[in-house]
């Protein structure tokens, strides 16, 4: 299939790139916040430092339409492995001085970093991907990204352990060869066309984001509440995760076991074709991720602790294909204006990551990390039971105002 098809061949190739990208954000996702939990010993300003990132992503979600009037999928690479490497060598120097400023400096770079690597994806995607391969292209790309993010854990406990050098080391070692497929693959999948951007207006495109939010309301709860929860994990559950490991072995997998079902669970759920009540059913399974993560709280032993984390993960797995169905209903019945709710289901996991990251300090610092997964599983819950509620059958688009959107 890869020998024999240029797009596939190209697919495998942005793949490998994007896996070795974020197996080293994977390791600064997982020493970030320990970092700055054990520098300032305070779980509420680990939070809202965290959140920075969010807030500087968010900001660059408004800000790189103005930009990047003319852009390839490899430049955007570039830059991202780019910062990348300055985000960590950031986070290194933290050692050295563990101040505020310093942590604030590495957030930005590290938002900045994300969206590039957000731009990237749907730049490759819309010009070198054919419109009927889309669905199956990012179930495969998710495949490679997903089993970074579960590696990342296990290789940054063991690099941690070992020293900042050997670390910062290792995701050096990373992105260099991600640079090196990028520049192999350099003439085999560079692209003529462009995407232009340069028409977008930030304050225009927070009027049209208002505008569809009030349809589309119920897609982007559930996507704020999926954003919780990945926020819970890598933040409180990052510093969990290592306090963990401490006292039994087993402890490492807390992390890891969040992202195993997305892993196992991509294939099946690529090919799972639901035409109507995606967005219930998505409810349904949040509620049923919600009611195994208050259970987390009910037992300290860690066996059980990574069961009830096993089995929300799957819960949380299946939310994800039934959201992003919703959204792909949504955008096919837009003309060009559907770059706007792109823009618009990509801000929410910002706007979740601004948020909660400072609540779910403030939780932990109360209750203690494992009891804020608790907590994280009641909001979830309730939140579940009213939407589905209150969600309405059918979305409807407010199409004669989109039409008069230039």
């Not at 948020?355 to 939140?383: D, K």
Request: glycine fraction near 6%; charged fraction near 10%; aromatic fraction near 12%.
């Amino acid at each position: 299939m890869f020998k024999t098809d240029p797009v596939w061949t190209k697919l495998l190739t942005f793949s490998l790139i994007l896996f070795f990208i974020r197996l080293s954000d994977s390791i600064i996702a997982f020493w970030a916040p320990n970092q700055i939990q054990n520098s300032l010993n305070n779980p509420i300003i680990m939070g809202a430092i965290i959140s920075f990132q969010s807030l500087v992503g968010f900001a660059s979600d408004l800000v790189f339409p103005k930009i990047f009037k003319t852009v390839h999928t490899r430049r955007l690479f570039f830059w991202a492995i780019l910062l990348s490497a300055l985000t960590s060598v950031a986070l290194a120097s933290s050692t050295l001085k563990p101040i505020i400023a310093i942590f604030i400096v590495t957030m930005t770079l590290w938002g900045i970093y994300y969206e590039l690597v957000n731009f990237a994806n749907f730049q490759f995607m819309s010009t070198s991907i054919p419109g009927n391969m889309r669905a199956a292209a990012w179930g495969f790309t998710g495949i490679f990204v997903n089993l970074a993010y579960f590696l990342g854990p296990f290789i940054a406990t063991k690099l941690l352990s070992s020293g900042i050098l050997i670390t910062q080391g290792t995701i050096i070692i990373f992105l260099v060869a991600a640079l090196i497929i990028l520049s192999v693959g350099k003439k085999k999948n560079e692209t003529s066309e462009t995407v232009d951007f340069g028409s977008a207006n930030p304050l225009l495109e927070l009027k049209h984001w208002a505008t569809l939010s009030k349809a589309v309301w119920p897609a982007l709860t559930i996507g704020l509440l999926l954003g919780f929860i990945d926020a819970t994990f890598y933040t409180v559950g990052a510093v969990w995760t290592e306090k963990l490991s401490l006292v039994n072995p087993w402890g490492v997998w807390f992390l890891p076991l969040y992202l195993l079902p997305s892993i196992c669970l991509g294939i099946p759920l690529s090919n799972w074709r639901i035409e109507n009540g995606k967005k219930k059913l998505a409810e349904k399974f949040l509620g049923v991720a919600g009611v195994f993560f208050i259970l987390i709280g009910i037992n300290s032993s860690i066996q059980w602790q990574l069961a009830m984390v096993a089995l929300a993960a799957s819960a949380v797995a299946v939310c994800y294909p039934l959201l992003e169905g919703v959204y792909t209903d949504i955008l096919t019945r837009m003309g060009s204006e559907k770059k706007d709710m792109i823009g618009l289901t990509g801000s929410a996991l910002n706007i979740s990551y601004i948020i909660w990251p400072v609540f779910a300090g403030l939780i932990s610092a109360r209750v203690g990390e494992r009891m804020t997964f608790s907590w994280l599983g009641v909001i979830i819950l309730v939140s579940s039971l009213i939407l589905l509620l209150v969600t309405p059958r059918k979305i409807k688009l407010p199409q004669t105002e989109i039409k008069t959107w230039e």
